[in-house]
């Protein structure tokens, strides 16, 4: 399901809450409510199996790796074909999440040491696993990385551009702090 996944059980969640909101109002015959309010139970148990099962499951299964900063969040392959636009292909699909606190809340990592961890978890990653990757930053990315990523965008095996995938972000909710341009990015192995 990954973040984006979230974010859209969450639109369709308060859209159909609108839509029922409004059934409500104009007295829609019952069925139509009741079909909404399973709509709306279907979302909210998306995004609550996505926070309660599904993250705690990526951060062991990160751990388990030896990863420090980097959580690998599975992703359906339909899903991730349709936010990617198909342009890399069918294959197992993982979304990067940078979040140290997660993996290891005892350590405190500042500055460089930041930035070498990224570099050493994706490094890892790209030697040692198969698949597509997918990510969604404004962060600035270490510069080996940056040197993979072109290299494989030139061969047509990566994506690297300015925005986000498809679904916009929830108000208040992912919010770039810096104002720094956000990059989404996909790279297959």
Known sequence: MGTRGRDAALWLFFIIAGVLLLALIMGWNTTGKVFLYFMMLAKAALFFKFNLF?????????????????????????WAGWLTGGKLGVSDYAEIHFDPKKINPQEE????????????????????MHGIFLWETSISIPRSIRKIVKKHQAEGRAVWERGWWRIPHLPLVNQNSKKKPLRKGAIRF
């Not at 500055?111 to 040692?128: C, H, P, Q, T, V």
Request: without cysteine; proline residues 4%; positive net charge.
């Open 109 to 128: 990592l500042t500055g460089r040491m930041i930035s070498k961890a990224i570099e050493s978890d994706l490094l890892y990653i790209f030697e040692n």
């Open 54 to 78: 599904d993250v705690p499951k990526a951060v062991k299964n990160s751990k388990l790796i030896g990863l420090k900063t980097i959580i690998l969040l599975p992703l359906n392959k339909t």
